[in-house]
């Protein structure tokens, strides 16, 4: 890939997009503006990566031209210095340049719906699916994103059989699309009377926000239901409905079958605010089921199993006894089970970006 040819004509692009920016006409058309937006960002987040790669080749050139053309030993000494700092730096920002220059997943930016939910394993996979639940929010902390339950079911001595989240941010998606599918716990459970190490299993979706433009719905064909929702304390608790529950029949656009949707919204005592949210799980759940074959496609094309949004592979084992976690992905494993319940999970997820990058980078070559 000549890195300098795939540049020409960005600056121009630049320029023209942020011209439309201003143009009223563009303004007034929402899915317009948001994507022109977007695009704006994405050219200039390019730009100053080349701006960097150009500085350091340029210096890096003319360093290897005084060594050729220079008689004075200092000034040679010198440039031979440069050359020696600047040859490391040289193919980290050329890589840098061109995976802007890939096209980015448009999902990236999205913020979230987080659903965990215990799978095989009974009451110890509820508790399971409790401690990823803190692990994940210690995350979301770390990284200054705000998180709201949107509805929970406990489990019958502590964790949860379900527990769905919206969480918001930059990049939200991007970072957490990595954690969709089944994690697997191996320990002993505090109920275990002979101190066997059990396997427990809990079930993670990462789902894409889906803008309101984003998706068609018919709102006539909603069947809302309302109930008391239960809680702790206060006058509001089980005396007015504000629990919110919608069906809704989605017709599938491949197949041709429909499917009722559920969902139920707790998070407020404000039912009109209840409502606003679970017509928002509604576009989110048929943007996700619509874009299933989006993401099908990617996982055909690349080896790892990274950012496929398969829910039924197991991606990571969680072990206890030997404060273990393995990433069966990419076959990475670290030995720091505790700061990893506790929300570092950066070095993860780092590894498995560079392991998609590396399979985006084969791809466009």
């Known amino acids: 890939m000549d890195i300098l040819s795939k540049l020409d004509g960005l600056d121009a692009k630049f320029h023209e ?15 317009r503006y948001v994507r022109l937006n977007k695009e704006y960002h994405e050219l200039e987040r390019v730009l100053k990566a080349a701006a960097e790669y150009r500085k350091i080749r340029r210096n890096y050139d003319d360093a290897k031209q ?16 440069e050359i020696e700092s600047l040859e490391p730096l040289l193919p980290k920002a050329e890589e840098q340049v061109k ?3 890939l096209p980015r997943d448009k999902e990236d930016d999205k913020d979230i719906v987080l659903e965990i939910r215990s799978g095989t ?13 803190r692990m994940y929010t210690k995350y979301f902390d770390l990284k200054g994103w705000k998180y709201t339950v949107s509805s929970f079911t406990e489990g019958a001595v502590g964790g949860y059989k379900e527990i769905i989240l919206n969480v918001t941010g930059t990049q939200v998606y991007g970072t957490m699309k990595y954690e969709s599918g089944v994690h697997r716990v191996q320990r002993i459970p505090a109920t275990e009377t002979q101190g066997r190490v059990h396997t427990s299993a809990a079930t993670v979706a990462v789902l894409p926000e889906a803008d309101e433009f984003e ?21 509001n608790v089980n005396k007015v409905e504000s629990g919110v529950r919608l069906r809704y029949l989605w017709k599938n656009p491949v197949s041709g079958t429909t499917e009722e949707i559920l969902i ?6 404000d039912q009109p605010k209840n409502k606003e949210r679970a017509l928002s799980r509604l576009r989110t759940q048929i943007y996700d089921k619509e874009h299933q074959k989006y993401i099908d496609d990617i996982a055909a094309r690349r080896k790892t199993m990274v950012s496929t949004g398969d829910r039924s592979a197991k991606i990571r084992t969680y072990n206890y006894p030997q404060g273990r976690i393995t990433d069966h992905r990419i076959g990475y494993t670290i030995y720091n089970l505790q700061g990893f319940m506790d929300g570092d999970i950066q070095s993860v997820i780092d590894q498995l970006t560079i392991a998609e990058n590396a399979e985006r980078l084969k791809e466009a070559m």
Do not use: H, M, Y
């Open 66 to 81: 005084v060594l050729i053309d220079e008689k004075d030993p200092e000034l040679k000494e010198l440039a031979r210095a």
């Open 215 to 235: 998706v068609q719905i018919n709102e006539g064909e909603i069947k809302w239901e309302t109930f008391r929702s239960g809680g702790a304390g206060g006058q």
């Open 121 to 133: 394993g009974g009451d110890e996979a509820a508790l399971f699916a409790g401690d990823l639940l």
């Open 17 to 31: 997009v942020g011209l439309q920016l201003t143009d009223p006409v563009v303004i007034a058309d929402q899915q």
């Open 99 to 101: 995976l802007l220059l």
């Open 264 to 269: 139920e919204c707790t998070e407020t005592r």
